[in-house]
């Protein structure tokens, strides 16, 4: 019941946290915790969530997703912030997802399995900088996705600058196969070439 003030309005509710069960949350609990902010991603059983989003961060993703989208052969289909569960406890939220048409079950859809995903890209901002460096891309090469792309803004132009990795199967581990700044040109997972410098312009 929500309390009425000294105006005579009433208050919102106070927010009540969702209390984790004795053995922290699940990769299926995530999409019946009621209240949650958007966004909300599940790392190690726990819930993490994101602080306002920058502008940087936005261009970027808008600059990629549609890159990337124009330049995907017809079997691939790009996504842009859907979680993966890459097991029990883990349930990231990439920036941009690639992965094959067919692992779209419907419009209903809220995560994709690892195994689906070819290319998982996240940008970084202050808030995600270690778990966008370090803890995301471990568990993405754990669970065998073949290509990350990490990426981070220039200090000194403020263009977006693109680190790419590709797995190594026997280890699954990434190696850094290729940092780029100004213009991103790769041969896999497919063909791509990105002007990076047009991260604040509309249309390309």
Same mark, same amino acid.
């Given at each position: 019941? &929500?309390?009425? &003030?000294?105006?005579?309005?009433?208050?919102?509710?106070?927010?009540?946290?969702?209390?984790?069960?004795?053995?922290?949350?699940?990769?299926?609990?995530?999409? $019946? =915790?009621? $209240?949650?902010? *958007?966004? +909300?991603?599940? =790392?190690?059983?726990?819930?993490?969530?994101?602080? *306002?989003?920058?502008?940087?961060?936005? %261009?970027?993703?808008?600059?990629?997703?549609?890159?990337?989208?124009?330049?995907?052969?017809?079997?691939?289909?790009?996504?842009?912030?859907?979680?993966?569960?890459?097991?029990?406890?883990?349930?990231?939220?990439? $920036?941009?997802?690639?992965?094959? %048409?067919?692992? +779209? +079950? $419907?419009?209903?859809?809220?995560?994709?399995? *690892?195994?689906?995903?070819?290319?998982?890209? #996240?940008?970084? &901002?202050?808030? &995600?900088?270690?778990?966008?460096?370090?803890?995301? *891309?471990?568990?993405?090469?754990?669970?065998?996705?073949?290509?990350?792309?990490?990426? #981070?803004?220039?200090?000194?132009?403020?263009?977006?600058?693109?680190?790419?990795?590709? %797995?190594?199967?026997?280890?699954?581990?990434?190696? %850094?196969?290729?940092?780029?700044?100004?213009?991103?040109?790769?041969?896999?997972?497919?063909? =791509?070439? =990105?002007?990076? +410098?047009?991260?604040?312009?509309?249309?390309?």
């Amino acid at each position: 019941m &929500s309390a009425v &003030s000294d105006d005579g309005l009433d208050d919102e509710p106070a927010y009540r946290w969702p209390i984790p069960p004795a053995g922290g949350w699940t990769a299926d609990d995530l999409d $019946g =915790i009621p $209240g949650l902010p *958007p966004h +909300t991603e599940l =790392i190690d059983g726990s819930l993490v969530f994101r602080s *306002p989003q920058t502008r940087f961060r936005n %261009l970027t993703l808008r600059l990629l997703d549609n890159a990337l989208l124009d330049q995907a052969p017809d079997y691939l289909d790009v996504m842009r912030e859907m979680t993966v569960k890459l097991d029990a406890k883990n349930r990231p939220e990439p $920036g941009i997802l690639v992965l094959p %048409l067919e692992a +779209t +079950t $419907g419009p209903d859809q809220t995560w994709y399995n *690892p195994e689906d995903a070819i290319l998982a890209v #996240e940008v970084v &901002s202050a808030d &995600s900088r270690q778990r966008d460096r370090e803890v995301k *891309p471990r568990k993405y090469a754990a669970a065998g996705v073949p290509h990350f792309w990490r990426v #981070e803004q220039d200090d000194d132009k403020g263009y977006p600058v693109v680190y790419v990795y590709e %797995l190594d199967p026997a280890t699954k581990s990434y190696g %850094l196969t290729g940092i780029f700044h100004d213009r991103l040109k790769v041969s896999v997972p497919f063909d =791509i070439e =990105i002007d990076l +410098t047009a991260v604040d312009r509309r249309g390309r």
